[in-house]
DNA sequence: AACAGAGCCAACCGCGGCGCG
DNA sequence: ACGCGCCGCGGTTGGCTCTGT
């Protein structure tokens, strides 16, 4: 599983320490790289008084010389409440699976479906863990060699099912789809634009068509946190 | 102990869509 | 209808830690 997030307060000192000397040497420049403590503080505290819109302008009432890109991603990978700091687990893991085998590399649409989660976060444990473990099975299996665990065995199913139920139209559903799980509380708010289904959309030409059933599918007001179910109920 | 390479993650960048004037 | 600015997304990078030699 994910190794040693304890070390991310370690590393949050060291940042605050290295971003802090950055700050004094890019007065008046936009300031980038790592926040710092205090600017967090700030940040937080427009947010809670504006709401997290209007990203432009909370980065000039915060009195930050940080553009309003920045802060957005600062509050929603980090700041925003709900967000969990642990280890990814075997669920979350497999339910991660299950869904960039549904839906490719939309990474703000899986974390919509995990709570706590970021897009960021579920990026960047699928790039170093997940896709390398996925391409050493594509390895293994091209060679003869069976898959060995349950994920290759989940990710092989759900692939011959998902074939099964979804056709080659996944570019329009998705074009037309729209969603907002800002309705779930602490995940990403997202709207998933006509642009999603094309910039990521690597491998998987294989899902969509069909009877799948979109608002059933983002409908997330019936749900425990990690329940596979409803996985299921699109995938079977 | 020192160094190199790998791993990990926060943050930046570029692009495209949307809304508004 | 058009142009512009803002927002959100996915891809990429920079820098830190860990691990092996």
Redesign the pocket.
């Known amino acids: 599983m ?4 304890e ?2 307060a ?6 605050m320490k ?2 802090e000397a950055v700050m004094k040497n890019t007065k008046r420049e936009v ?5 710092t403590a205090g600017e967090d503080q700030k940040l937080a505290e427009v947010i809670a008084i504006h709401g997290a ?6 980065a000039a009432k915060a009195g930050l010389n ?5 802060c ?3 509050w ?3 700041l925003r409440p709900n967000i969990k ?1 642990g280890n990814i687990s075997d669920q979350e893991e497999d339910l991660i699976l299950r869904l960039h085998k549904l839906l490719g ?7 919509g479906r995990l709570p706590g989660r ?4 579920i ?3 699928w ?3 997940l896709s ?1 473990r996925i391409s050493q099975r594509e390895k293994q299996r091209s060679t003869g060699g069976a898959g060995d665990d349950d994920s290759t065995i989940q990710i092989s199913t759900v692939d011959q099912k998902a074939s099964a139920q979804f056709g080659d139209e996944q570019k329009k559903i998705y074009g037309e789809m729209k969603q907002d ?1 800002s309705s779930e509380e602490g995940t ?9 289904s ?3 959309g ?1 491998d998987h030409e294989h899902y969509s068509n069909s009877d799948i059933d979109i608002d059933g599918f983002f409908d997330f007001s019936n749900e425990g946190p990690f329940n596979l179910e409803w996985v299921n109920e699109f995938l079977y």
Not at 31 to 35: E, Q, V, Y
Not at 53 to 58: A, L, P, R
């Open positions: 994910a190794p040693k997030r070390e991310c370690k590393r949050e000192v060291m940042k290295s971003s300031n980038k790289g790592a926040w819109k209007k990203w432009k302008s909370i940080r553009c309003g890109k920045s957005r991603l600062r929603l990978n980090y700091r590399n939309r990474w703000s649409l899986i974390a970021t897009d960021n976060e990026k960047n444990y790039n170093s863990h390398k799980s990403t708010t997202t709207t998933t634009t006509t642009s999603a094309n910039k990521g690597d």
